[in-house]
């Protein structure tokens, strides 16, 4: 299981941060990730930690996100930084338990096509 908290509404220019609680299963069996939708759009893939610890972001976070893992508390946090109106979305936590390991996954770890189980959401606005 997944479940996602940690967001609400914040200024243009604010922080949050993100947490993902897991269960059932460890990080060094999965790739964990977080993904984003916005109203009226796709959902897409912010950031993704892999079972070795390797980080991928989408190119509009770079330098602004950052994604960690509390192995001791099988969470995963998604520090927001820098926060901007287009950042608004219901975030998702996501974990890949099958093919994590694999080189396909590393090629591209941001692809939902990827992750077997899937947190409610949490909702991150960027308003003033």
């Known amino acids: 299981q997944l479940q996602a908290f940690g967001g609400g509404l914040v200024q243009p220019g604010g922080s949050l941060r993100l947490s993902c609680a897991t269960s059932g299963f460890t990080f060094d069996d999965a790739g964990m990730a977080w993904f984003r939708q916005a109203p009226g759009k796709e959902r897409e893939g912010v950031a993704s930690i892999s079972s070795n610890g390797a980080m991928t972001y989408k190119d509009s976070v770079k330098g602004r996100f950052t994604i960690s893992s509390d192995n001791a508390k099988n969470t995963v946090h998604l520090q927001m930084n820098s926060l901007t109106p287009e950042d608004t979305a219901v975030y998702f936590c996501?974990?890949?338990?099958?093919?994590?390991?694999?080189?396909?996954?590393?090629?591209?770890?941001?692809?939902?096509?990827?992750?077997?189980?899937w947190g409610q959401g949490t909702q991150v606005t960027v308003s003033s």
């Open positions: 996501a974990a890949d338990l099958i093919t994590y390991h694999t080189t396909s996954y590393s090629q591209e770890p941001l692809l939902d096509q990827w992750y077997d189980y």
